[in-house]
């Protein structure tokens, strides 16, 4: 099993080719199939904290990738009009406060509260009010948690340039079938236009919505959560930046779905993302355009998806990673996390001396806990509100939603308690801020925090915050940061790849 072909050179495609040279260099015998005519997806530019861990393993260093895909620092993202027009909320990366190991630091600003410290949950964020305050920098034991926001088709290009020179190599050619041996249903090559022929051991789906291999070819099926999630639609644009970059990501929420705005250092990426049934494209194009800021660099991209996942991400010789796999939409910027995880499995699961059926079904169950857990926490987004002014919202309000996350939106809501299960990406604070954001209050708190005497409580309380208010306080300016540290060498626009959809 030397011979691994990854189909698709998009940000999985080249994640997965990047990382596989790397940690395995001559082991493997390395291909991956592109093709320019078609071109990218040409978005994904908000990440989530783990991609650090990516960058690590692939021994990258941070300020070259960040100058090589014109990135800013994301300390969370600004949620406007989700539970209610004119509101807002942070979901920030930090932790909040300092938990107790038996009690997280919520039941102790529930109790504060009723004890006349009325100071918000947020003020006790490091990473929340930095990113208001518009401000970063590294701080010892990475006490600031951050991700980036990044130029989705430079970060392609910048990890293909890494794999190549790992010993990837790349074919430039479009797929016009997969070959299927009989009597197995493995795959044996990719036949491109003209008749060239890819053979491999074991194939890599990254070919994007279109699931050339991993649907077209074998079938696995799709399970559709359009119900949960009810957005099918995007449309994606790029502007001039108007001022200095802020270190976050907004999802602004409309009648019929939300819009993106990510800050990098040469421009502004934007998008409008909806509900088709109820949001017509030149409707959503013109809303788009009408608000965003600034000189537009780029042709309106238009996206269509169905979220949901394949029933199998591993079957027989073929792995989907990246669109191929699935999608869940947007909003908390996971899909790219998902890529990292998926990579990061397979060369775990590595099957060099041959494929073995349990590692395919331990692949598979732990790709699915991982989209079940994200899918359930996109969802309270869009339940837990009380949004109630169009058929959109009023829809997201009255469905049904996964027992798994009834139970979680319940249980906090009756005791403040929320438990984080077997390794889920979005830890404690993630779902409490989210929670409380979106209007849910829990009706108790743990016990332990009334053990606190008043001056006890206080002292913790003020400690904490004035803790995180000087600290932010002498971190420098975002954009000053990054002018140091990693400015890109070329701040004009860059256009971005075809539109494949
Ligand atoms: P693609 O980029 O579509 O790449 C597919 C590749 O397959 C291309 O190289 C193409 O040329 C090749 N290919 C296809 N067919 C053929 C063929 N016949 N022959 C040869 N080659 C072929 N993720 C995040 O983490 N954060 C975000 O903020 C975010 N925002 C998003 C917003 C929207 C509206 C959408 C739709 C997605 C967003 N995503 C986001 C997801 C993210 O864009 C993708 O996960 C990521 O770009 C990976 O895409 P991909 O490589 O799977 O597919």
């Given at each position: 099993m030397r011979r691994i072909v990854i189909a698709g050179g998009g940000t999985a495609g080249w994640m997965a080719a990047s990382a596989l040279a790397r940690t395995l260099g001559p082991a493997i015998d390395l291909t991956l199939v592109e093709s320019e005519q078609i071109?990218?997806?040409?978005?994904?530019?908000s990440t989530i904290p783990p991609l650090q861990n990516f960058n690590r393993i692939l021994r990258i260093p941070e300020a070259d990738f960040m100058r090589a895909t014109s990135a800013t620092f994301k300390l969370g993202i600004e949620f406007e009009?989700?539970?209610?027009?004119?509101h807002s909320y942070f979901h920030s990366f930090g932790t909040t406060g300092r938990d107790h190991w038996s009690a997280g630091f919520q039941h102790f600003w529930l109790h504060g509260l009723t004890n006349g410290h009325d100071a918000p949950y947020d003020d006790y964020c490091l990473e929340l009010l930095a990113a208001h305050a518009g401000r970063f920098a590294h701080l010892p034991n990475n006490r600031m948690n951050y991700a980036y926001q990044l130029d989705a088709t430079r970060y392609a290009a910048f990890l293909r340039q890494l794999a190549e020179e790992d010993g990837c190599r790349r074919v430039e050619g479009k797929i016009a079938s997969v070959e299927l041996?009989?009597?197995?249903?493995?795959?044996?090559a990719l036949v491109l236009e003209g008749g060239r022929r890819v053979e491999g051991d074991l194939f890599l789906d990254c070919t994007g919505f279109r699931a050339l291999l991993i649907e077209q070819a074998m079938h696995v099926g799709f399970d559709d959560w359009t119900h949960w999630l009810p957005c099918d639609s995007a449309i994606a644009v790029q502007t001039a930046s108007v001022r200095s970059p802020v270190p976050f990501t907004r999802a602004i929420a409309h009648d019929s779905g939300w819009q993106w705005r990510i800050p990098l250092q040469h421009r502004q990426g934007n998008g409008i993302v909806y509900c088709s049934r109820y949001l017509e494209h030149e409707v959503a194009l013109d809303r788009l355009l009408s608000t965003v800021e600034g000189k537009q660099l780029s042709e309106p991209n238009r996206l269509r998806f169905t979220t949901g996942a394949r029933r199998k991400q591993w079957h027989r010789n073929c792995i989907a990673v990246g669109l191929s796999g699935g999608f869940l939409e947007p909003l908390e910027s996971t899909s790219i996390h998902l890529i990292q995880r998926a990579i990061l499995r397979i060369i775990r699961m590595l099957p060099l001396s041959g494929i073995s059926q349990r590692d395919i079904a331990e692949f598979n169950d732990q790709h699915l806990a991982d989209l079940e857990q994200i899918r359930d926490f996109l969802i309270l987004h869009y339940k837990a509100t009380d949004r109630r002014d169009s058929p959109f919202w009023r829809q997201c309000a009255s469905m049904e939603i996964p027992e798994s996350l009834a139970q979680k939106m319940e249980l906090f809501r009756e005791t403040g308690r929320v438990f984080r299960r077997n390794e889920e990406l979005f830890a404690e604070n993630s779902w409490v801020q989210v929670m409380m954001g979106q209007g849910i209050t829990p009706h108790s708190y743990h016990p332990?925090?009334?053990?606190?005497?008043a001056e006890e409580l206080k002292t913790l309380l003020d400690g904490l915050r004035d803790n995180v208010r000087k600290t932010v306080e002498q971190l420098p300016p975002h954009e000053g940061f990054i002018a140091q540290y990693c400015a890109a060498a070329e701040k004009s626009p860059v256009q971005p790849a075809a539109t494949v959809i």
């Open positions: 071109g990218t997806v040409g978005v994904g530019e009009n989700w539970k209610e027009d004119g041996v009989g009597e197995t249903g493995d795959i044996s332990v925090a009334t053990k606190l005497t």
